[in-house]
């Protein structure tokens, strides 16, 4: 069974980093939509078709559970309308964060490998940058958390 939880931040991010750190190993996924000013859709992708359609760019974060007794790296994805975005821009939204680059793909956005080890702080201002720098919307200065945490 998954519980999802919502939390709504600005400025203090203590609460959304709580939120990323306990879904660890495997635990769950959270998802970061900036806030928009008008009422607009988060992203969705048609899986049959793979076609990004309308609305506020959407970080997922999800971690995976050891395998075979290691640890394994988690993935953030963001699903933006910009297209390919490059390694320059990609290295720019990353910052020092240890996240390497999966896929920069044309529809499907944005993939990055992160570390088992990496801070929920390094993770967290990274899903921020990224859902700031992709949304085609005017935002709010606010974000949304929806946390997935499997029981």
Same mark, same amino acid.
């Given at each position: 069974m998954t519980t999802r939880?919502?939390?709504?931040? &600005? &400025?203090? @991010? =203590?609460?959304?980093? =709580? =939120?990323?750190? &306990?879904?660890?190993?495997?635990?769950?996924?959270?998802n970061v939509i900036p806030s928009a000013?008008?009422?607009v859709p988060d992203l969705k992708v048609d899986?049959?078709? !793979?076609?990004? @359609?309308q609305g506020v760019t959407v970080a997922? +974060?999800?971690?995976n559970?050891?395998?075979?007794?290691?640890?394994?790296p988690s993935t953030l994805g963001v699903l933006h309308t910009r297209g390919r975005l490059g390694r320059a821009r990609v290295a720019e939204l990353v910052g020092d964060a240890p996240f390497v680059l999966r896929q920069? @793909?044309?529809?499907?956005?944005?993939?990055?490998?992160?570390?088992?080890d990496a801070a929920a702080t390094q993770v967290l201002d990274v899903?921020?940058?990224?859902?700031?720098?992709?949304?085609?919307? =005017?935002?709010?200065?606010?974000?949304? !958390?929806?946390? +997935?945490?499997?029981?």
């Amino acid at each position: 069974m998954t519980t999802r939880r919502t939390i709504t931040f &600005s &400025s203090d @991010h =203590a609460e959304a980093i =709580a =939120a990323i750190e &306990s879904i660890g190993a495997g635990r769950g996924w959270c998802n970061v939509i900036p806030s928009a000013v008008d009422d607009v859709p988060d992203l969705k992708v048609d899986f049959m078709g !793979l076609r990004v @359609h309308q609305g506020v760019t959407v970080a997922s +974060f999800v971690t995976n559970p050891e395998r075979h007794g290691r640890v394994q790296p988690s993935t953030l994805g963001v699903l933006h309308t910009r297209g390919r975005l490059g390694r320059a821009r990609v290295a720019e939204l990353v910052g020092d964060a240890p996240f390497v680059l999966r896929q920069d @793909h044309n529809q499907r956005g944005l993939l990055l490998e992160v570390p088992a080890d990496a801070a929920a702080t390094q993770v967290l201002d990274v899903m921020v940058r990224c859902t700031d720098a992709l949304c085609d919307v =005017a935002t709010s200065g606010g974000w949304r !958390l929806d946390q +997935f945490l499997r029981d």
